[in-house]
């Protein structure tokens, strides 16, 4: 099993930062693309950002230019630094990860969730 551990979010101002964090444990044999997505209630879980093994990232419209990702393979994590934070930032975030497993089977796994909250 693998299992997917984020921490980072809380509650900050309009034009502040947060910095997500997410590590990946587990049978993992290796981990390939690694992102965030973010959920509000009531709505679909959409694509925040994503990044390779490589370091080739990708960015929604929306965080393009204020979020960045980043991750460590030797450490299995990935994050995601958030500045000049808007109000409309505000909603779950998951970690996501495609990984290969010891076994040799490649699954999609996604962390519990952070609360991100963005105050105006």
């Known amino acids: 099993q693998v299992h997917l551990v984020e921490s980072g979010g809380g509650l900050v101002q309009a034009g502040g930062s947060l910095r997500l964090s997410c590590a990946a444990s587990?049978?993992?044999?290796?981990?390939?693309?690694m992102g965030w997505y973010r959920q509000a209630p009531g709505k679909h879980r959409e694509f925040v950002a994503l990044?390779?093994?490589?370091?080739?990232?990708k960015y929604a419209e929306s965080v393009k230019d204020r979020f960045t990702i980043s991750r460590d393979n030797a450490k299995n994590t990935v994050y995601l630094q958030m500045n000049l934070l808007k109000p409309e930032d505000t909603d779950v975030y998951y970690c996501?990860?495609?990984?290969?497993?010891?076994?040799?089977?490649?699954?999609?796994?996604w962390g519990q969730g952070t609360q991100v909250t963005v105050s105006s």
């Open positions: 996501h990860s495609d990984v290969t497993t010891d076994w040799g089977f490649r699954h999609d796994f």
């Open positions: 587990g049978s993992i044999f290796s981990i390939n693309d």
């Open positions: 990044i390779t093994s490589g370091g080739w990232a």
